[in-house]
């Protein structure tokens, strides 16, 4: 009886994660613009406040940003946008912009492309190396 208890119950959570749509991916943390031109651990950090490299010349205090975030997902090759509704988007940007092993929890839009980010998790920073050899 306790097994058939154990077991529906554990069927009720599982039924229940998938109703809330809780949704975890796991990739590599770009812009749009970036990804489409294949710039990643290279991509210019400009290109996350007004949209491409070099937007900067063009952008004039007070417009609106034009941020478009995205996921690149290694396994699967495929691109999540990235809606960060709960979190800090300069918090974001800083731990996991150009970042391999960045992860996102949220919900899945009804598009299937756009990620509604309610949390991250950011791989830890590099760590210090220090070159000994001869130059």
């Known amino acids: 009886m306790k097994k058939l208890t154990l077991i529906a119950l554990s069927l009720l959570g599982v039924t229940a994660l998938m109703a809330g749509g809780e949704f975890e991916k796991k990739g590599f943390l770009t812009t749009k613009w970036c990804a489409q031109n294949d710039l990643f651990a290279d991509c210019r950090l400009e290109s996350y406040h007004c949209g491409s490299e070099g937007c900067y010349r063009h952008w004039l205090p007070g417009e609106p940003e034009k941020r478009q975030m995205v996921l690149y997902v290694h396994d699967e090759g495929k691109v999540y946008y ?3 509704a709960g979190v800090n988007v300069a918090e974001l ?3 996991g912009a150009n970042r391999n092993e960045v992860t996102l929890i949220g919900t899945l839009e009804s598009d299937g492309k756009t ?3 309610k949390e ?4 830890p920073p590099p760590k210090k190396s220090f070159f000994k050899g001869c130059l």
């Open 93 to 95: 940007i800083e731990k």
């Open 115 to 117: 990620i509604d980010v």
């Open 120 to 123: 991250f998790k950011a791989p």
């Open 82 to 84: 990235v809606k960060p």
